[in-house]
């Protein structure tokens, strides 16, 4: 078990539920959910830096999307590991988020084993 904060970002709020409830098995820092992207910015902007140890955001998303949220956490922070999870994972997708500074990918739908994996290689 991990003792970090996690930020988790996605507008499909069936995933959200699902990853916040497996990272809460995984961490015993707080994970912080969110299904609306400005939501989870405007947090990540006041929160002290280093507060989150990791962030995961859906790529794909109304009002601002995983790459505009990956751009505020590497301002904000260029270490913090940054997971981008996607339903619609093209090489140039892929390619201009690693450019950005995303650590990993994922591809919707995923195994909760497959995530939990991601996580330890990503914070290890």
Do not use: C, Q, W
């Amino acid at each position: 078990m991990h003792a970090i904060n996690i930020l988790v970002v996605d507008d499909d709020v069936i995933t959200l539920e699902l990853v916040t409830l497996v990272l809460e098995e995984y961490t015993t820092g707080n994970v912080d959910s969110f299904s609306i992207s400005t939501e989870a910015i405007d947090v990540l902007t006041k929160a002290e830096t280093g507060h989150y140890g990791l962030v995961i955001s859906d790529l794909v998303m109304p009002d601002k999307n995983g790459l505009d949220v990956l751009k505020i956490v590497r301002k904000l922070n260029k270490k913090v590991p940054f997971l981008m999870l996607t339903a619609n994972a093209t090489r140039d997708t892929v390619l201009n988020a690693r450019k950005l500074g995303a650590s990993g990918f994922m591809a919707k739908p995923f195994a909760t084993n497959d995530l939990l994996d991601k996580l330890d290689t990503l914070l290890t």
